[in-house]
C-alpha cells in the first residue's frame, strides 16, 4: 500500500449539522433515518442499520455492528466487534465488551417447513433490554427477550439465558448469579439487613441496595446451584 493510499484511509470525517457534533470514521458506514448525538465517535469499518438512535459521548469501537431501530443511549461504550441485533434497547452509561454477542430469535431457522427462505416476516423479535450501568464482559452471548439490570456486571465467556437482576454479578455457561457489585464495579462482602432491604456496603465507601427476597434466595443456594430469577 502506498503512503498516499494509506493516508486517504486513515481520514477521519466529521460530520456537521446544526444540532449535533460527532465524528464518524471514513470507513464506518452508517445507513438513512441513523440519528447519532453530539461528541459521539463511531470508529473503523463500524456499521449502524437504519432506525437507530444513539445517544450523546457514546464510543462506537472498530467494527461493530448495530442492527436497525436499536435504542442507545448517552455515555454509551460498545467495544471491537461486538453484534447489537435488532430493536435492541442500551441505557445510560453500559459498557458492552469486545465481541459480545446479541441475539433476537428465540427459534432460529434459515427456512420454513415447506423449505423457502424465512422472509422478515417470518420470525419474530425478543428485545434485549440492557440495564442503567450495567456491563458485559467479552465474548458474552445475550439470548433473546433477556434484560440486564442496572450496573449488573456478565463475566468474560458468559452465556446469559435469563433476566440478571440489578447489580448481580453472573458468568459461567449458562450464567449464574455469584455475587453482587458496586456501582464502582468491585465485588461486595458485606451485606446487613435494614428494613425490606438488605444494603451492601462496599470498600469504596458507596452502599448498594438489594431486594431481600433476590439476596435471601441467592445466600440460601448451594455453590453448585445458585438460584437464577426470571
Ligand atoms: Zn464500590
Not at 465524528?23 to 464506518?28: C, E, G, N, P, Q
Not at 447519532?36 to 472498530?62: D, E, L, P
Not at 464502582?184 to 438488605?198: A, L, N, S, V
Amino acid at each position: 500500500m502506498s503512503k498516499k493510499t494509506l493516508k486517504k484511509k486513515t481520514v477521519i470525517r466529521k460530520k456537521t449539522n446544526k444540532k449535533t457534533d460527532f465524528f464518524v470514521h471514513s470507513t464506518a458506514e452508517v445507513e438513512d433515518d441513523v440519528q447519532i448525538g453530539q461528541g459521539t465517535k463511531v470508529w473503523h469499518f463500524a456499521h449502524i442499520r437504519k432506525g437507530t438512535r444513539i445517544g450523546k459521548n457514546c464510543i462506537i469501537s472498530k467494527s461493530v455492528f448495530i442492527d436497525s431501530d436499536s435504542l442507545i443511549s448517552d455515555n454509551v461504550k460498545i467495544q471491537n466487534h461486538a453484534i447489537v441485533y435488532h430493536q435492541a434497547i442500551i441505557e445510560n452509561g453500559v459498557f458492552i465488551g469486545p465481541n459480545v454477542c446479541f441475539t433476537n430469535d428465540k427459534i432460529p431457522r434459515a427456512i420454513n417447513p415447506d423449505e423457502t427462505i424465512k422472509s422478515s416476516d417470518d420470525w419474530e423479535v425478543s428485545t434485549i433490554r440492557i440495564k442503567k450501568g450495567a456491563a458485559i464482559g467479552a465474548h458474552s452471548v445475550i439470548l433473546p427477550g433477556v434484560s440486564i439490570g442496572k450496573f449488573a456486571m456478565s463475566g468474560s465467556g458468559s452465556v446469559i439465558a435469563k433476566d440478571v437482576p440489578d447489580f448481580a454479578l453472573v458468568f459461567g455457561n449458562p450464567a449464574k448469579i455469584q455475587g453482587f457489585v458496586c456501582f464502582c464495579g468491585k465485588k461486595i462482602t458485606d451485606f446487613k439487613k435494614e428494613k425490606e432491604k438488605t444494603v451492601g456496603q462496599c470498600q469504596c465507601g458507596l452502599k448498594i441496595e438489594l431486594e431481600h427476597k433476590i439476596y435471601k434466595l441467592w445466600q440460601q443456594a448451594d455453590n453448585t446451584r445458585k438460584i437464577w430469577l426470571r
